[in-house]
């Protein structure tokens, strides 16, 4: 799988938006985009995934560049439940296992 | 949504003693279970896949016969972690994978090897 990058560490207001970007350089057309977030002491939690157009949840979006070599994953109130380490993860359709990166460590202060 | 189970969230044993984690799939059936492990202030590393009725396949680095995988069935994996010493200590987590399903994980289980 291709690699990711991702700031160590990023912080935010309550109820302010967050984009936490991602890059990936070398991502292939069969390259899938995937988010998932830690919270302390916890497993990693699904956020959104998507391969060329931009994706909504009710937890996040997910904006995708033109060219595919970055993505940004926008979550549009950030809330003291939102600080955790989140995981930009490319994994192409016949992988399976997701490899975790280092991740952003994301802070939310009141 | 789909739920993944992991029993369980804590254990604390002594050296030598084995360690049995089981992980189920609640509401879905998991074609492939993944075994992680995470140390503190670290990422998480895939240490082995099993798909139910198979053999798991090992990361390298990751001995076979000190972590014994079990997935009997579509809902449930099992990790023995054998003879366990106080260097296994460490998170761990499972996570499944179903049909036209992302991949989810359990709330992890602490081991503490005394």
């Known amino acids: 799988d291709a690699k990711t990058t991702q700031p160590n560490s990023m912080e935010s207001n309550e109820e302010e938006p967050v984009h936490l970007p991602c890059n990936h350089s070398t991502i292939s057309g069969t390259d899938y985009i995937h988010w998932y977030r830690q919270l302390p002491s916890q497993g990693p939690e699904y956020v959104i995934h998507?391969?060329?157009s931009n994706v909504n949840n009710r937890m996040a979006s997910l904006a995708i560049a033109e060219d595919r070599k970055s993505s940004t994953l926008i979550l549009h109130r950030a809330t003291l439940r939102d600080a955790a380490v989140y995981y930009c993860?490319?994994?192409?359709?016949?992988?399976?296992?997701?490899?975790f990166g280092k991740g952003t460590s994301l802070l939310v202060t009141p | 949504g789909a739920v993944v189970s992991q029993h369980p969230s804590r254990v604390i044993c002594k050296s030598g003693t084995s360690v049995k984690i089981e992980c189920r799939s609640l509401d879905f059936q998991a074609t492939t279970m993944f075994w992680y492990r995470q140390f503190p202030k670290q990422s998480l590393m895939l240490m082995a896949t099993?798909?139910?009725?198979?053999?798991?396949?090992?990361e390298q680095g990751v001995e076979k016969d000190k972590f014994l995988i079990n997935h009997a069935s579509l809902t449930l994996s099992t990790l023995t972690v054998t003879s366990a010493h106080p260097e296994d200590s460490s998170f761990y987590i499972c996570s499944a994978k179903g049909q036209q399903q992302p991949q989810h994980f359990g709330d992890g289980t602490r081991l503490s090897i005394l």
């Open positions: 099993s798909n139910e009725g198979s053999k798991a396949t090992y």
């Open positions: 993860i490319l994994r192409d359709r016949s992988g399976y296992a997701l490899n």
């Open positions: 998507g391969l060329t």
